[in-house]
Protein backbone atom coordinates (compact mmCIF):
# COMPACT_ATOMS: atom_id res chain seq x y z
CA UNK A 1 0.00 0.00 0.00
CA UNK A 2 1.28 4.08 -0.82
CA UNK A 3 0.38 6.44 1.23
CA UNK A 4 -0.38 9.86 -0.90
CA UNK A 5 -0.42 13.14 0.47
CA UNK A 6 -0.65 16.34 -1.19
CA UNK A 7 -0.30 20.09 1.04
CA UNK A 8 0.49 23.06 -0.25
CA UNK A 9 -3.03 24.69 -1.06
CA UNK A 10 -4.42 27.61 -0.17
CA UNK A 11 -5.90 31.08 -2.02
CA UNK A 12 -3.82 33.17 -3.91
CA UNK A 13 -4.84 36.02 -6.17
CA UNK A 14 -5.08 35.93 -10.28
CA UNK A 15 -1.54 36.51 -11.53
CA UNK A 16 -0.11 34.57 -8.58
CA UNK A 17 2.01 31.34 -8.01
CA UNK A 18 1.54 28.48 -6.14
CA UNK A 19 3.96 25.56 -5.66
CA UNK A 20 2.11 22.10 -4.63
CA UNK A 21 4.06 19.10 -3.08
CA UNK A 22 2.86 15.33 -3.09
CA UNK A 23 4.63 12.85 -0.94
CA UNK A 24 4.27 9.41 -1.45
CA UNK A 25 5.46 6.28 0.37
CA UNK A 26 7.57 3.20 -0.58
CA UNK A 27 10.94 2.17 -1.33
CA UNK A 28 10.72 2.31 -4.30
CA UNK A 29 9.73 6.30 -5.05
CA UNK A 30 12.49 7.14 -8.09
CA UNK A 31 10.87 4.18 -10.17
CA UNK A 32 7.02 5.61 -9.64
CA UNK A 33 5.59 7.54 -12.47
CA UNK A 34 3.60 10.81 -10.64
CA UNK A 35 0.77 13.11 -11.50
CA UNK A 36 -1.44 15.79 -10.59
CA UNK A 37 -5.04 15.80 -11.50
CA UNK A 38 -7.88 18.46 -10.78
CA UNK A 39 -11.48 18.38 -9.97
CA UNK A 40 -14.08 21.15 -10.28
CA UNK A 41 -17.44 20.91 -8.94
CA UNK A 42 -19.88 18.91 -11.49
CA UNK A 43 -16.66 18.08 -13.85
CA UNK A 44 -14.81 14.72 -14.47
CA UNK A 45 -11.18 15.20 -12.75
CA UNK A 46 -8.74 16.68 -15.70
CA UNK A 47 -5.61 16.19 -16.08
CA UNK A 48 -2.72 18.47 -15.05
CA UNK A 49 0.36 17.08 -15.28
CA UNK A 50 2.73 13.83 -15.21
CA UNK A 51 6.59 12.80 -14.49
CA UNK A 52 7.90 9.40 -14.69
CA UNK A 53 11.09 7.95 -13.71
CA UNK A 54 13.46 9.45 -16.29
CA UNK A 55 11.91 12.98 -15.28
CA UNK A 56 10.24 12.84 -18.22
CA UNK A 57 7.40 15.05 -17.75
CA UNK A 58 3.84 15.94 -20.28
CA UNK A 59 0.99 18.37 -19.94
CA UNK A 60 -2.46 19.24 -21.42
CA UNK A 61 -1.73 22.34 -23.98
CA UNK A 62 -3.99 24.37 -21.77
CA UNK A 63 -1.94 24.27 -19.12
CA UNK A 64 1.92 24.10 -21.00
CA UNK A 65 3.96 27.04 -19.91
CA UNK A 66 2.37 28.11 -16.77
CA UNK A 67 2.63 24.43 -14.81
CA UNK A 68 6.03 22.88 -14.38
CA UNK A 69 6.28 19.39 -12.27
CA UNK A 70 9.40 18.62 -10.56
CA UNK A 71 10.62 15.40 -8.26
CA UNK A 72 12.87 15.22 -5.53
CA UNK A 73 13.49 11.20 -5.49
CA UNK A 74 15.31 11.56 -2.15
CA UNK A 75 12.76 12.99 -0.31
CA UNK A 76 9.88 11.18 -2.11
CA UNK A 77 8.00 14.27 -3.49
CA UNK A 78 6.78 15.88 -6.39
CA UNK A 79 5.70 19.21 -6.69
CA UNK A 80 3.53 21.41 -9.14
CA UNK A 81 4.59 24.66 -9.38
CA UNK A 82 1.92 26.71 -11.09
CA UNK A 83 2.06 30.20 -12.26
CA UNK A 84 0.11 32.91 -13.96
CA UNK A 85 -2.92 31.34 -12.07
CA UNK A 86 -6.19 32.04 -13.09
CA UNK A 87 -10.00 31.89 -11.54
CA UNK A 88 -10.59 29.15 -13.99
CA UNK A 89 -7.69 27.09 -12.36
CA UNK A 90 -9.67 26.90 -9.06
CA UNK A 91 -9.84 23.21 -8.05
CA UNK A 92 -9.21 19.86 -5.86
CA UNK A 93 -5.90 19.11 -6.84
CA UNK A 94 -5.12 15.45 -6.49
CA UNK A 95 -2.10 13.20 -6.88
CA UNK A 96 -1.88 9.76 -8.46
CA UNK A 97 1.12 7.58 -7.83
CA UNK A 98 2.00 4.33 -10.43
CA UNK A 99 4.27 2.44 -8.47
CA UNK A 100 6.16 0.93 -11.23
CA UNK A 101 8.27 2.81 -14.07
CA UNK A 102 6.62 3.64 -17.27
CA UNK A 103 6.23 6.49 -19.79
CA UNK A 104 4.69 9.67 -18.43
CA UNK A 105 0.63 8.85 -18.24
CA UNK A 106 -2.31 11.05 -18.63
CA UNK A 107 -5.49 8.86 -18.18
CA UNK A 108 -6.39 8.95 -14.40
CA UNK A 109 -7.18 5.21 -14.42
CA UNK A 110 -3.34 4.32 -15.15
CA UNK A 111 -2.63 5.88 -10.89
CA UNK A 112 -3.32 2.88 -8.25
CA UNK A 113 -2.99 5.46 -5.34
CA UNK A 114 -4.67 8.95 -4.37
CA UNK A 115 -4.39 11.30 -2.42
CA UNK A 116 -6.90 13.09 -0.86
CA UNK A 117 -6.48 16.35 -2.86
CA UNK A 118 -5.71 19.66 -1.86
CA UNK A 119 -7.71 22.72 -2.55
CA UNK A 120 -6.33 25.61 -4.70
CA UNK A 121 -8.95 28.87 -5.16
CA UNK A 122 -7.69 31.30 -7.19
CA UNK A 123 -9.87 35.08 -6.41
CA UNK A 124 -10.11 37.79 -8.90
Known amino acids: QVQVVESGGGVVQAGGSLRLSCTASGRTFDDYTMGWFRRTPGKEREFVAT???????MYPGSLKGRFTISRDDAKNTVFLRMDRLEPGDTAVYFC??????????????????WGQGTQVTVSS
Open 51 to 57: INWSGSA
Open 96 to 113: GARPFRSDPLDRERSYTY
